[in-house]
């Protein structure tokens, strides 16, 4: 298949999403780290228009966003698990909730490792960190709630009974949400905020356990630990 790199940092959610896509398909590549402060010459030539991680090189040629790269892995490498659906119907549907994934419960996109103004995980965690008072609080952790109680009505009826939102093994769907599994279990430990709570949400605790032991991305998933280490590291603002 040619040179592969895909430049990113272990931190970001959306890297992830591009290197789970590789290993599903047992694609060999090399991960560029970036540091993004500053922003190297190749990231810069390579997505000239966002200047953003990740890229993927294939053969020389940049292939850039996220969910735009999983789906360029998927048509680019044939052999290998499909990552969407083959019907035309489950494809729709899975690319409905994978922008559903982006627009509600996403990580500001995406130089994670460059701006702290950008690790604000999810619009509705931010309001309950600032909430005024425990019933300004109790509304909302009600709205994140809701928002992955929404995902898991998402699950039951894609999955068809199976281990993952795309059947029998991971797909798309998979992979838009789960690549913020870390950061969910860190930003949990965090707020003190169970988000995935097997009494609101038991299909979704049950499939990112099955999804974090999956081959594809146990090697790849950030350690929680690791995870809130680097916020506290990169974002914590210097005692006076």
Known sequence: MGEVKLLGAWPSPFVLRARIALNLKSADYEFVQETMNPKSQL?????PVYKKIPVLLHNQRPVCESMIIVQYIDDAWPTGPSILPS???????????AAYI???I???RSDLVADPNLIRLFPSLQTIARAQGEEARVEAIKQVISEFQLLEEAFEKCSKGKSFFSGDSIGLLDI???CFLGWIKATEKKTGVKILDPETVPHLVGWAERFCADSAVKEVMPETEKLIAFAKAKFQPPSK
């Not at 990231?43 to 997505?47: Q, R």
């Not at 019907?87 to 909730?97: K, S, T, V």
Request: glycine content about 4%.
């Open 43 to 47: 990231l810069l030539e390579s997505n």
């Open 87 to 97: 019907d035309p119907y489950d494809r729709a549907i899975a690319r409905f909730w």
């Open 102 to 104: 982006d627009d509600k």
């Open 106 to 108: 996403r990580l500001h």
């Open 176 to 178: 838009a949400l789960g």
